[in-house]
C-alpha cells in the first residue's frame, strides 16, 4: 500500500491495516499500537544525469539550495516536507509538491523538471537518472514498524521477525 504516512497509520487505526512500516512519524506513544525503529535508510537525491551535480559521488543538505526539489504530497499531508525542512535548517530551498506516485515523480526527474529525494532501498535504476547520497550527519531517516499492541496474528509476527533479520544483517 502506498500512501501518507497520516494516512497509513489512520488505516492501522481502523485496523485496515496489520502493520506499516513507515518514515517521518513522530514517537506514537500509544497504549494501541507498539512502535520499533527497525532500521536507518539513507537519503539520496535522484537528478537526471545531465544535471551538473550528476557526477558528484556524494551530495550535502547545502547544495539541495542550489536544486528545483520536487516531492510527493497528498491530501495536504506535509509530514515529509517538514521532515526535510528540519533538516536543511536555515538553509533556503525551493521545492514544489505534487499529488503523484513515485513513479511518476521519478519520471519528472528523468524530464529534467527537478531533483527529487528518495531513499536508498527505493532506488531502481532508470536511464537518465542517476542518484547521489546525502552525507551529511542527518543524511538517513529511521525506518519504524508499527501494529496493534494487542494484535496477535502469527503471520504479522513472523513478518516482523524477517524484517528484523534483514534490518541487522544490511
Excluded at 513507515?22 to 499500537?33: G, I, K, P, Q
Excluded at 523538471?113 to 535504476?125: C, H, R, T, Y
Aim: proline share 4%; charged share 25%; aromatic share 6%.
Amino acid at each position: 500500500v502506498e500512501a501518507s504516512p497520516t494516512e497509513l497509520h489512520r488505516d492501522l487505526n481502523e485496523r485496515s491495516l496489520d502493520i506499516i512500516f513507515s518514515t517521518y512519524l513522530t514517537e506514537l506513544v500509544s497504549d494501541a499500537n507498539q512502535q520499533e525503529r527497525l532500521w536507518e535508510e539513507p537519503i539520496v537525491i535522484a537528478l537526471q544525469d545531465s544535471h551538473p551535480f550528476a557526477g558528484r559521488s556524494e551530495l550535502h543538505w547545502a547544495d539541495l539550495g542550489h536544486l528545483k526539489l520536487m516531492m510527493r504530497s497528498h491530501g495536504g499531508d506535509l509530514t515529509a516536507y517538514r521532515a526535510i525542512v528540519a533538516r536543511m535548517g536555515d538553509r533556503s530551498f525551493q521545492c514544489d509538491l505534487h499529488d503523484v506516485s513515485r513513479g511518476a515523480l521519478i519520471e519528472l526527474v528523468r524530464l529534467g523538471l527537478g531533483a527529487a529525494i528518495w531513499f536508498a532501498s527505493a532506488v531502481v535504476p532508470r536511464d537518465g537518472i542517476v542518484f547521489g547520497p546525502i552525507v551529511d550527519d542527518n543524511g538517513e531517516v529511521g525506518i519504524d514498524g508499527i501494529w496493534p499492541r494487542d494484535d496477535r496474528n502469527p503471520l504479522r509476527h513472523r513478518l516482523l521477525s524477517l524484517v528484523r533479520k534483514h534490518a541487522t544483517e544490511r
